[in-house]
């Protein structure tokens, strides 16, 4: 992935210089110290701070724990409106491009989002420059992984605070690969394949080798991107516009990918309506002994109550095409950032910098969420209780973002008909692929 080169015209973005400029030091106040802190910030005090997000669940912590905790420190109330993602990105659109005063304060800014939405938020290096509230002084913003400052950076300047970095990583069951012979995890597609095929024989009739997400919906693309950059294949690339997804390398991924399903029945049949619940559900419910999902949902299916596997699963690299050495995997994420038109910036931020915080993002990683920084993805006590976050933490080092550019939008919905094509057996992935780029060559024609 290329680097940011610069803030406005000035030093590479990295993780330290965005300390540069911060604010007076306060001290000495822990986060859940009882005491009402004051934070030295210029402008008045207002009465609610609205934030505007999805209606995913991993927010847990935030709503039921932080916001109570920072209207209890600094009395200010938090309304957090939720929509589905559609009419989120409408909501935030209309709102945005008005030139007019926006609704909320503090907008939960996907990856997907960041190529339309930068021009409106406000740069986080000039927020760090002036704010003065609990964490200015020592926020540890060289903390974050680099991938995750690039994901909610355009153009070498920040626009969000990283919160959630999300990657794919194998999970799988060791006891079952042991009973089949495999003392570990495979490392590579053809070990893969072959561990796939002796699980599933061994859990006939109910539990097969592998798992993924092959509805045509959300979650299908994210699904096969570790597979596609793992075979060295791709999407396109952002400053050329050259397209690669019908490449030798991308179709041969998306060829090893259906087969699984198809030709070497791997997969469950109904993982074709499978999307994000449905890959935890099955996990929980036993139905595969090996996926390539989030990585946050080692929570849900390792330590929920609810889950028939808790307590079975540890994690690997995702496999690599010949080599763990090729293992790659998408990388996504949301980050918090805040609107140049919003009412209440300067508050706003010391409550994305509250939310954002050390303390807080170790506590979120207990409801679900993969928190975007290093030091507590490493935090031995965060190890320990999880398992997957050293895995997260190495896999991260060679994660790709996808395209975060005005066209991924439309190009990505294109691309779900043709893997879903392929799953279905409608069409070879070479003709599936060509389609698809074919599409793709149309619709960044038309935007110019």
Not at 99 to 110: A, E, I, L, R, Y
Not at 332 to 348: D, H, M, Y
Not at 411 to 437: C, H, I, Y
Request: contains cysteine; glycine residues 8%.
């Amino acid at each position: 992935m290329e680097k940011n080169k610069g803030i406005l015209n000035g030093p590479k973005v990295t993780r330290r210089n965005l300390l540069i400029g911060s604010a007076a030091t306060v001290a000495g106040v822990g986060i859940m110290s009882s005491t009402l802190f004051t934070p030295a910030l210029a402008r008045s005090k207002p009465a609610k701070l609205t934030v505007l997000g999805d209606s995913a669940p991993w927010k847990g912590t935030i709503i039921e724990d932080a916001i109570p905790a920072f209207t209890k420190e600094t009395g200010i109330e938090v309304e957090y409106i939720q929509l589905p993602n559609e009419p989120l990105v409408t909501r935030a659109r209309a709102e945005l491009t008005s030139g007019s005063t926006t609704s909320f304060d503090v907008m939960q800014m996907g990856a997907s989002m960041i190529g339309w939405m930068h021009p409106y938020m406000a740069d986080v290096n000039e927020l760090m420059k002036t704010a003065g509230g609990k964490y200015a002084a020592d926020f540890g913003m060289d903390e974050f992984s680099q991938a995750s400052i690039d994901l909610a950076s355009i153009d070498g300047v920040q626009r969000g605070i990283p919160y959630r970095s999300t990657t794919y990583i194998l999970h799988y069951q060791p006891d079952l690969l042991e009973q089949v012979g495999l003392s570990a995890p495979p490392s590579n597609f053809a070990e893969y394949l072959d561990a796939a095929q002796k699980l599933t024989e061994a859990g006939k009739p109910n539990r097969f080798g592998v798992g993924y997400c092959a509805r045509q919906g959300g979650a299908i693309v994210d699904h096969f991107g570790p597979y596609l950059l793992s075979s060295g294949g791709g999407f396109y690339d952002s400053k050329t516009k050259e397209i690669l997804i019908n490449n030798a390398e991308s179709v041969a991924a998306v060829d090893y990918y259906a087969s699984l399903l198809n030709k070497h029945k791997v997969v469950p049949e109904d993982a074709l309506t499978w999307e994000w619940d449905e890959i935890i559900a099955n996990a929980q419910n036993d139905r595969y002994a090996m996926g390539i999902t989030l990585n946050a949902s080692a929570t849900p299916i390792n330590r929920s109550d609810k889950s028939k596997t808790k307590g079975r699963w540890q994690w690997a690299l995702v496999p690599g095409r010949e080599t763990i050495a090729d293992s790659r995997s998408s990388l996504g994420g949301w980050s918090f950032a805040v609107p140049s038109a919003g009412a209440n910036t300067e508050w706003a931020f010391e409550f994305v910098q509250f939310i954002t915080s050390r303390e807080w993002a170790k506590r979120s990683m207990e409801k679900g969420n993969a928190s975007a920084r290093l030091s507590v993805l490493n935090d031995p006590e965060v190890i320990a209780k999880y398992g997957f976050t050293k895995v997260m933490a190495d896999q991260l080092k060679t994660a790709i973002a996808n395209p975060r550019d005005a066209y991924w939008g439309a190009v990505e919905a294109q691309l779900r008909a043709g893997l879903s094509k392929t799953l279905l057996g409608q069409a070879s992935p070479q003709d599936a692929m060509d389609e698809v780029a074919a599409g793709w060559e149309r619709t960044m024609r038309r935007a110019g």
